[in-house]
């Protein structure tokens, strides 16, 4: 089955520093990647759309500035919480969009990364 | 724009009873429909999909879910709940570029 691994799977930060979060599709190519953060006790909420090559696309309300997403290869994509405050203490979860399966619509998830920032 | 709602945040049942979780969902088109189930510091995992084809689906682990269009809902069912079944359940409907928008997610708890 795909695989797609997160690391690390837990952070401590302090404030103000930056915290760069990799996910990777261990068994297969993953043109597209996603980021979602997930609020304890809440829905995954998506935060961007990370295309192999190119910007990633951010969602509404989200600030492109301070989560920045790299997508330098087709099994590895990151996300940096630059400045991180507080607010930022989340769950992040990446997924990856696989082809080779013959479905182009099931995203593969990894297993999260718990950021806390003091 | 995409919706979904999970209607029970909390839902308890006996080991061996059968289980139903509620998802509806507000998509303008044909919707891809997903069921995902989340165990204590584990990613999620695909319980099944819908996306053409035959209403009942069927995915693993003795889940199956219906897609009814004239409810817009695709509930989740099992027969038989085993104690390794509590986790989190979320249903998630996805648009054309791929993007899933996630219900709040339901807890499933088991209970001896």
Redesign the interface.
Known sequence: GAV?S?HPSRVICKSGTSVKIECRSLDFQAT?M?WYRQFP??????MA?SNEGSKATYEQGVEKDKFLINHASLTLSTLTVTSAHPEDSSFY?C?A?ALRFG??????????TRLTVL | AQSVTQPDIHITVSEGASLELRCNYSYGATPYLFWYVQSPGQGLQLLLKYFSGDTLVQGIKGFEAEFKRSQSSFNLRKPSVHWSDAAEYFCAVGAGDYKLSFGAGTTVTVRA
């Not at chain 1, 006790?41 to 998506?46: A, D, G, T, V």
């Not at chain 1, 479905?103 to 999260?112: A, H, I, K, L, R």
């Open positions: 797609v997160q597209t996603f006790k809440k829905s995954l909420m998506l759309t979860i997924s969009r479905s182009t619509d099931t995203q593969y998830f990894g297993p999260g």
